[in-house]
């Protein structure tokens, strides 16, 4: 059974930084594809790509947090990174990560997302 452990997050005053990490524990072969993806407030709200990471390294980010967010990841420990400078309160929202986890005995991926992190930035 894969599952992806958040830990992160909390309240900051506008112009703070916050680090956000995920872990995927379990019988795990091999991850792809990291990423986090947020939720605003509403109920109507989709979820959106902030960032992702591919397994070679290539990053990718929503025009939003280009330049303030930052994505890493470690191969060795299945963790996933985001580091978030420069928050401002439309950066509100629930935050969940992402992987696309190849499980021992499995031949395909799966996706799994963890069980979301709250991120709340007041001014």
């Known amino acids: 059974q894969v599952q992806l452990v958040e830990s992160g997050g909390g309240s900051v005053q506008a112009g703070g930084s916050l680090d956000l990490s995920c872990v995927a524990t379990?019988?795990?072969?091999?991850?792809?594809?990291m990423g986090w993806y947020r939720q605003a407030p509403g109920q109507q709200r989709e979820r959106e790509l902030v960032?992702?990471?591919?397994?070679?390294?290539?990053?990718n980010y929503h025009d939003s947090v280009k330049g303030r967010f930052s994505i890493s990841r470690d191969n060795v420990l299945n963790i996933v990174y985001l580091r978030m400078n420069s928050l401002k309160p439309e950066d509100t929202g629930v935050y969940y990560c992402?992987?696309?986890?190849?499980?021992?005995?499995?031949?395909?991926?799966?996706?799994?997302w963890g069980q979301g992190t709250q991120v709340t930035v007041f001014s």
């Open positions: 960032a992702q990471i591919t397994r070679g390294a290539v990053e």
């Open positions: 379990g019988s795990i072969l091999r991850v792809q594809t």
């Open positions: 992402t992987m696309d986890v190849q499980a021992t005995g499995r031949e395909t991926y799966g996706t799994y």
